[in-house]
């Protein structure tokens, strides 16, 4: 049997050490390359645009001077605002005005700064927060990425930080800088998060790009492990949480996903918790029950998070009793919506672990339900209609069958040239002609399909194709599956 070895904490963290700088090493010859491609990419095609962006390929230096002359500004109302589109629209916009009236060296810096703009925050990504909002794969072209920014743009952006007055691109070009800038400086970052927090948190903008900002930052707190200021950025979100927003009834739901993404709610997992399962009864009691369902949804999250169990089952439950509710309320309506409604119900109580369900009387409340589906599936067939398509014309085949048949000596002869007219379905065929009709015409894979029996009952349930899948996936497969019975249907019913 071997011997235990145990080496010394330092040879272990030395190599360590020695693995990180050899990996950080090889991600920066990566990225020089990738610069030096795109470059390379820019000399071949100098005319060429990427996206709503010339490409600019001037030798000259950028001028800080240019860029106070440009006098650039951005008021925009809220309701036309929408985060870093506008704002890069606006540059863009003024790019045009001021290459028309031949200020070459503005029209230069505002267009460096439309394509900094144009970038999409993906706050999520530590690494790689910023995507071109355009990309043709098929034409190899794309817009501004980080890597595309030379050592001379990032020094002039820089360089003009202290004159830029606007928080969203101030924001935008800090962050571009502690990302790209080598060696990176952190101050850069502590900057970005100040400016991006400096948006404030209400219903009206949240949407339009403020959430992905205090996202943003506080991810940037947390790669640079500045608490202090993730710590403030929790504190805010917390106070805007307990807020009121009477004038849009998802807003608090909006704060407590992002503090449960950023994972800095621990503190106040039953506050959270309970305020949501608060809402999500007061929209019920106000038969809005698809809002009512997102917030008992996440309520029982986090009370499972908080190890409240009894909270927890009560929030399964409402959540399962708001689809039976709604189902009720929808079935003077449409009966084939309650039906479907009626459904989703049964499968939420089964969410229910089966050692409480007796506690909540769940199966009585399923077998409840289960009659409700039969008498709302019968009422739907009531409701569909009839679609029919234009007839085949068989009488070409009808007389080339009669021709085959006649004229034989015996009837056990002809008998024998009738049963040779159709050989059965092919399924190779069967699977070629659907997957044929799905690209020429796929509108009706793309959405769902409910199969019911002649009583009202649900037989079958097609799910709709995957667009992010191969054709391995599951889903894809049950849609070729559903083509192939169909085109089975139609063949059975020429031919038989």
């Not at 800090?174 to 219903?203: F, M, Q, T």
Request: glycine letters at 4%; a neutral charge; one cysteine or more.
């Amino acid at each position: 049997m071997g011997k235990l070895i145990k080496r010394p904490v330092s040879n272990i963290k030395r190599r360590r050490d020695v693995k990180r700088k050899r990996t950080r090493k090889l991600e920066a010859m990566n990225r020089k390359q990738r610069c030096e491609n795109t470059r390379h990419i820019r000399c071949e095609r100098p005319n060429e645009s990427m996206g709503s962006h010339v490409v600019n390929n001037s030798s000259q230096p950028y001028s800080c001077t240019a860029f106070i002359d440009c006098a650039w500004t951005y008021e925009l109302a809220i309701d036309e605002h929408y985060g870093y589109s506008s704002i890069m629209q606006s540059l863009t916009a003024l790019e045009r005005e001021k290459a028309k009236l031949g200020y070459s060296d503005q029209a230069r810096v505002l267009n460096l700064l439309s394509r900094s703009a144009s970038m999409m925050l993906v706050p999520h990504s530590v690494n790689e927060p910023f995507k071109p909002y355009f990309q043709d794969f098929e034409r190899g072209r794309r817009s501004a990425m980080p890597e595309d920014f030379t050592e001379e743009e990032l020094t002039f952006l820089e360089e003009i930080l202290s004159d830029v007055a606007e928080p969203w691109l101030k924001s935008r070009l800090l962050d571009l800088l502690w990302l790209c800038k080598k060696p990176r400086n952190p101050e850069h970052a502590r900057l970005a998060v100040d400016v991006y927090i400096s948006h404030g948190i209400d219903a009206e903008s949240w949407n339009r790009g403020v959430k992905e900002c205090w996202e943003r930052a506080a991810r940037l707190c947390m790669q640079i492990r500045d608490f202090d200021r993730l710590d403030g950025i929790k504190n805010q979100l917390i106070n805007a949480f307990h807020l009121e927003y009477p004038a849009n009834k998802f807003m608090t739901l909006w704060l407590s996903k992002l503090m449960d993404c950023l994972k800095i709610d621990s503190e106040v997992l039953d506050d959270i918790a309970t305020k949501l399962f608060e809402c999500g009864k007061t929209l019920s009691r106000s038969s809005d029950f698809p809002a009512a369902r997102s917030y008992f949804d996440l309520a029982s999250q986090k009370y499972k998070q908080s190890g409240d169990e009894r909270a927890w089952l009560d929030s399964l439950v409402a959540l399962a009793a708001s689809y039976e509710h709604e189902a009720d309320m929808r079935l003077e309506e449409s009966s084939m919506v309650a039906n479907s409604l009626f459904e989703n119900a049964v499968q939420a109580y089964r969410l229910v672990p089966t050692k409480f369900r007796d506690e909540y009387d769940i199966s009585n409340t399923i077998k409840r339900i289960r009659t409700k589906i039969s008498e709302s599936g019968r009422a739907s067939l009531d409701e569909m209609g009839v679609i029919r398509s234009p007839s085949v014309d068989i009488s070409d085949d009808v007389a080339t069958s009669k021709a085959h048949v006649s004229g034989k000596q015996t009837l056990e002869r002809a008998l024998l040239y009738f049963v040779g007219l159709y050989s059965g379905p092919n399924k190779r065929i069967l699977e070629s002609n659907a997957q044929e009709a799905m690209r020429t015409s796929g509108i009706s894979s793309l959405f769902g399909s409910t199969h019911m029996s002649t009583d009202g009952r649900v037989v079958g349930i097609t799910p709709p194709l995957n667009l992010q899948s191969g054709e391995d996936d599951p889903a894809n497969q049950a849609v070729v599956n559903r083509q192939v019975q169909q085109h089975f249907d139609i063949e059975n019913t020429i031919c038989c």
